[in-house]
């Protein structure tokens, strides 16, 4: 299938070829995601690269091949961490309706609407300069996490503002976790940073392009940031920066200290992530429910790493956290 590498505003990275291990529908879909409104049928040698007659697909036709494997790419990866078949929050006996996929326009959110089954993409701006959410992989991942979340931890799609807010890291790092899982992107990272990960690049920031009108290539959020925790903040993204702030550095320290035993930095950006992310879905799914802060997720957190090397306890204090 042909998707956007990461998205329209990284012009070094365009499209590319992705494969997939599943049965894929025309539409396309199968039995977790519709593409609403579209019925692209499968092209040449039956893959959803070009039309069976070697013309490309339409634009449309390729923003729906481009969001339905890039969501499905989402579900598979956290499929894999929690080695568990992904289900949605309204199936009952492994089946139900699949989550419906809208590329609408003229709006600009990108929000998951569970009484609704679905998640929106819209297309924003004048006519001549659309933005399309539907392009970015970090918001079909953000918004994917919430559906997958939903089933898994739903508590941290519904508790109070601090609660939710870790819901929305869970989200971002979603985001994070795609550019891990991808060996080439891992490469980009590296590329970009100079082997320095405390410089921003792709896998940090979240959202670009999607930031800001004025600014082309502004991000939304990101993961290199200074943010402290406070108690009474009331916009649970004040928590999720905190804690992907504080999670982002974990990650830079099991890199550097893989440093001595690997020697090439895409491989151990690649091999760190996988760690990195088992961590992370770990001290996840062990919150205590309903309502989780972000204390409590610190303490999974210093159980996990318990035997290593890192010093987590000074990470968290020097977000407030503990
Ligand atoms: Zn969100």
Redesign the pocket.
Known sequence: MIIWNQGEFYPGLGKKIVELNNVVDPGPSDSLIKIDGFTVSPGKDGHFVEQTDGNPYSEDELDAIHTYATTRMVINLFGNLIEKQIQWSWWKDGEGDPLLIKIRSNDIHA??IKDQKCIELDNYGPQDSLIHNCRCVDLIA??T??AILDRLMPHLNAGNVETKGI??AF??LAAIFMVLSQKDLCAYAIEETKGDLMQSSILSLYGVGHGDEQNQFKEIRNAINNTTYKSDSWS?YDYSQVLIGMLYEILIALFEENRASTKNDVENLYQSGQHWMQAIVHTFRHCPVPNTDIADYGQQLIQFFDKGSLDIKNLLAKRNIL
């Open positions: 929000r998951y953000h918004e996490a919430h819901g929305e989200c971002d649970p």
